[in-house]
């Protein structure tokens, strides 16, 4: 556990942050002091993450934005959501958390995502891109049925707008004309062209009383004109859009769905958003206010990188380097260390070098280049790789034609956003048995952003679809050959890798191995243990120890989760005392599963008993994991080496009783 107080001792405990007594106490403080807070803000997020790690470059962004919105709303009576909530530092700092803000991310202290649990001002446990909008949607259609008067306002960032469901959210909205804001934070894209100062003044003229009453008032006057008037008021709303579409092209859009539009504002001048919003508020439907905001805005190193200081696993930082509201002063950029080897990189390697052979293999991202290592692709073969934004569902089906249409396509997804595309691989990759390889990275235990990023569930949903086969290496080296494996064969094909440094084993040339068929690499007649990826690693040394407490014990690596080597699991079924089944996933519906299925299906079928007692181990079900460091989390659910071998021994020690 780090320091908790680090962030309040940065700031002095006699800062305004620190006397600030939730946000509420933001409205009697001047112009300066609010200034002063922004400053404080930007110190004790630098000073924790420097420690912790976490999304740094989004949460600095949004400083000026969260202290507007925090201005005008009521919070927590109204209703402040964050989508994906890794720009919710300053939300947190705000409201209650600086004393404990140094725990951030660390097991048992401050979450790195806003959590109900933590705090009423917490609205929602987010941490997925695109969800905000239809959950402000729900939580305005509730207050309007109850006929209460809260404001519900979304922040949302601008690639996080372009995923469907967003999309869909604002169709609906703008549908049934919903009183909600909706705060686009832009810090990314270049979807906003024009700034300046017409764009400025529409906006102005839009949020006033005279344009809504002008506006409404001139319709009715041209419309009621006998003969003509109809069509001279469907001219005019044809003028009045030309004119804003003229002025403000990025939010055509919006206004043809039925969403004001304001924008674009500067999202550090704090004034400027609090007028905005305060009149948005007052507007009777859907408004979305378009901020243009800069990543790591006060911490030089990430003004200058964004990518690398996006977070959360952040390179070595300097404590101190802040500069001020105009970018003066600070320090030089320091490069960042470069990170250790992991299975990412990897994947990503032996993709590039059956790429430089193969012509149809394409690559494709969700938004995700850096981390899932496919930029060295897009660098080597532009026009063969695809980034189609947080759209995981799009990728996974697009995938599919590209496979229709003779190519190798290679989707690779955190495992906690492939949930997004069950459907696409359920429908489109495995119904139409296309050769699509899906990179499920980040498979098993994530650590520090916690329960929404967990990579623990997607084997057991997994498991149950037709013609997916599904395949976990025990190292680096196996990874490269399963890598081959995939792109040889003609079906779907999932590889699960997780986000764990490789182990070092000495390279050795990359053949596609045998679908279904596990690797013995020892016999025992005591205790046999089934490992399904790279947990096998943390098996080793327990098995040495349990080898010297005089017990026979076997070790297999698995490979396959699908199809299992059924012939093996039968035979060890009936020739180890105690059959252990290993996985860093979900156990209900995992590996293990799969192995007792195998086993009680063929008792059935031959009424030959298994005589081997059965012990899975994999993350316990029935709770989400929260956020620690993958160790902390490991140690916490007996995932790590003495939880494994203590698990082991109870279970040989009730066998034996």
Known sequence: ??????????????????????????????????????????????????????????????????????????????????????????????????????????????????????????????????????????????????????????????????????????????????????????????????????????????????????????????????????????????????????????????????????????GHDRTVMEEAFEAAFRMPGPVIVHVRTQKGRGYRPAEADPITFHGAALPKMEVGVATDSYGKGGSEVVAPAPKAANYTSFFASELLAVAASDPRVVAITAGMPTGTGLDKFAAAYPERFYDVGIAEQHAVAAATGIAMGGGRPVVAIYSTFLQRAWDQIVHDVCQNDQPVLIGVDRAGLVGEDGTSHQGMFTLTAQRQIPRLIIASPKDEQELRALVRTALAQEHPFALHYPRDSVTGTAPRSPEPLPIGTAEVLSEGSDITILAFGPILQRALPVIERLRASGLSVGLVNA???????????????????????????????????????????????????????????????????????????????????????????????????
Not at 49 to 78: F, I, K, Y
Not at 569 to 590: F, I, N, Q
Not at 612 to 627: C, M, Y
């Open 1 to 266: 556990m780090s320091d908790e107080r680090v962030a309040l001792r940065a700031v002095g405990e006699d800062s305004l942050l620190a006397r600030l007594e939730g946000p509420a106490g933001l409205k009697l403080l001047s112009s300066t002091q609010l200034d002063e807070v922004a400053e404080q803000i930007r110190t004790a997020i630098i000073a924790t993450t420097a420690v912790t790690g976490g999304h740094l470059g989004p949460s600095l962004g949004v400083v000026e934005l969260t202290l507007a919105l925090h201005r005008v709303m009521n919070s927590p009576t109204d209703r402040l959501v964050f989508d994906t909530g890794h720009q919710a530092y300053p939300h947190k700092l705000l409201t209650g958390r600086l004393a404990r803000f140094g725990s951030l991310r660390q097991l048992g202290g401050i979450g790195g995502f806003p959590r109900r649990t933590e705090s009423p001002h917490d609205v929602f446990d987010g941490g997925h891109a695109g969800t905000g909008i239809s959950i402000g949607q729900g939580l305005a259609l509730a207050r309007d049925v109850r006929g209460s008067d809260e404001r519900v306002a979304v922040v949302v960032g601008d690639a996080a707008l372009m995923s469907g469901l967003s999309l869909e959210a604002l169709n609906d909205i703008g549908h049934r004309g919903t009183r909600l804001l909706i705060v686009l934070n832009d810090n990314e894209m270049s979807i906003s062209p024009t700034v300046g100062a017409i764009s400025t003044y529409l906006s102005r003229v839009k949020l006033s009383k005279s344009w809504r009453r002008s506006k409404g008032g001139y319709d009715r006057i041209i419309g009621s004109v006998p003969v003509i008037g109809p069509t001279l008021a469907a001219l005019s709303k044809s003028f009045r859009r030309s004119v804003v579409s003229f002025a403000q092209e990025p939010g055509r859009l919006f206004e043809d769905l039925g969403i004001t539009y304001i924008g674009v504002l500067d």
């Open 559 to 657: 490979i396959w989760a699908s199809p299992l080597d059924a012939p093996l699991v039968r035979r060890l079924g009936r020739s180890s005392s105690l059959l252990v089944t290993l996985e860093e996933s979900v156990v209900v519906g995992g590996f293990g599963s799969g192995v007792l299925e195998v086993l009680a299906a063929d008792e059935a079928a031959t009424g030959d008993p298994v005589t081997a007692s059965i012990l899975t181990i994999g993350i316990p079900a029935g709770n989400f994991v929260d956020h620690g460091s993958v160790n902390d989390l490991r140690a916490l659910i007996g995932l790590d080496e003495k939880g494994i071998e203590r698990q082991i021994r109870a279970a040989w020690a009730a066998h034996r009783a």
